[in-house]
């Protein structure tokens, strides 16, 4: 299979990107490198695949349309390129939002319809379509109310995929991520700046009291995800919630990277954000049936990884200071 990998560059897009490639398909990669994170951060994310014969990068922005050569070489399409973020999405950079999370998606659509819809997209949404969700855990016919300008941009994207299967015949899966964590985690992410400043003994700052909950979901289950929407038949047209399969507090993930860091951590509690919900849950059923899905990594494991992860990049800015 010749897959192509939006947003192949980021967080997700980059493990699922060596994933494929491990598993003997080629990847067509394409990202823009924007600019809500370093540029280097996201080539460093890169290194494993460069060494891959079957990778190609490709620098594009999708919202600029011209995607014809690259929808004609691929046979499947994930679709992660994004403008990431809750909390960034108030206020000026919401033009960002909506250039690379709908204009993007409609673009691509629109070129996989003109080319005759031969190929799957898998959409990587997000669980902040649900915003303070009413029901948990939240199953997917629950009402989308999005609570920041993220989460609207991310649904109108949906709803697109789901027009255009409708009425074209494109073949789409949207799969709702709840709360991704792992290695190479975007560093605006909570876990991310948690981990470093464990590490370097920085206040460590939250936002909110700490008895908030989420639904975390480590990245490869992610990947796995991913893998089984690009490959089964009765997932077409369909939404999926994707989530770790237990909810945790804050709280609860400061006291496992204290016992990490092997000292007290020192957290400052802050206002909570606009944007930000209270507790997030994914009713997973749908996807277990449909997809197989069934996520393997327990939580303490998985930020463990992550924080394993961290203790290296640190390592290394030490050596490249020192050099």
């Known amino acids: 299979m010749r897959a192509l990998v939006t947003g192949c560059a980021g967080f997700i897009g980059s493990h699922l990107t060596d994933s494929l490639l491990a598993g003997g398909h080629e990847v067509l990669g394409v990202d823009c490198f924007n600019?809500?994170?370093?540029?280097?951060?996201?080539?460093?994310?890169l290194a494993g695949a460069h060494q891959w014969d079957t990778f190609e990068l490709?620098?594009?922005?999708?919202?600029?349309?011209?995607?014809?050569?690259?929808?004609?070489?691929?046979?499947?399409?994930?679709?992660?390129?994004?403008?990431?973020?809750?909390?960034?999405?108030?206020?000026?950079?919401?033009?960002?939002?909506?250039?690379?999370?709908?204009?993007?998606t409609q673009q691509l659509l629109e070129t996989i319809k003109e080319r005759g819809g031969g190929q799957r997209l898998v959409y990587a949404s997000t669980s902040s379509?649900?915003?303070?969700?009413?029901?948990?855990p939240t199953p997917e016919d629950?009402?989308?109310?999005?609570?920041?300008?993220?989460?609207?941009?991310?649904?109108?994207a949906e709803e697109?995929?789901?027009?255009?299967?409708?009425?074209?015949?494109?073949?789409?899966?949207?799969?709702?991520?709840?709360?991704?964590?792992?290695?190479?985690?975007?560093?605006?992410?909570?876990?991310?700046?948690f981990c470093r400043a464990a590490l370097r003994g920085e206040p460590l700052h939250v936002f909110g009291d700490g008895e908030q909950t989420r639904d975390f979901t480590y990245v490869a289950d992610i990947v796995q995800a991913m893998h089984a929407a690009a490959a089964t038949r009765e997932a077409v047209g369909g939404i999926y919630n994707i989530g770790g399969g237990c909810r945790v507090?804050?709280?609860?993930?400061?006291?496992?990277?204290?016992?990490?860091?092997?000292?007290?951590?020192?957290?400052?509690?802050?206002?909570?954000?606009?944007?930000?919900?209270?507790?997030?849950?994914?009713?997973?059923?749908?996807?277990?049936?449909?997809?197989?899905?069934?996520?393997?990594?327990?939580?303490?494991?998985?930020l463990l990884a992550e924080f394993e992860w961290m203790v290296d990049q640190e390592r290394t800015t030490r050596i490249r200071r020192a050099a």
């Open 129 to 136: 379509v649900y915003g303070h969700a009413e029901m948990l």
């Open 35 to 45: 600019d809500n994170y370093a540029r280097a951060i996201k080539r460093a994310n």
């Open 142 to 156: 629950a009402l989308p109310q999005p609570y920041s300008p993220y989460g609207v941009t991310k649904l109108a």
């Open 249 to 302: 507090s804050v709280n609860d993930a400061l006291g496992l990277l204290t016992g990490y860091a092997g000292r007290p951590l020192d957290v400052s509690y802050e206002a909570v954000v606009h944007g930000d919900v209270r507790d997030t849950g994914a009713d997973t059923t749908r996807a277990r049936h449909d997809l197989g899905y069934a996520p393997a990594q327990t939580f303490a494991e998985g």
């Open 160 to 193: 697109l995929c789901h027009l255009y299967w409708g009425n074209h015949g494109v073949e789409s899966v949207a799969l709702r991520f709840f709360s991704v964590y792992g290695p190479r985690q975007r560093p605006d992410m909570a876990f991310n700046h």
């Open 58 to 104: 490709v620098p594009l922005d999708l919202s600029r349309g011209g995607l014809d050569d690259i929808v004609d070489e691929v046979e499947v399409i994930f679709h992660l390129a994004a403008e990431p973020g809750v909390r960034a999405s108030w206020g000026g950079r919401f033009e960002s939002y909506v250039r690379n999370n709908l204009m993007a």
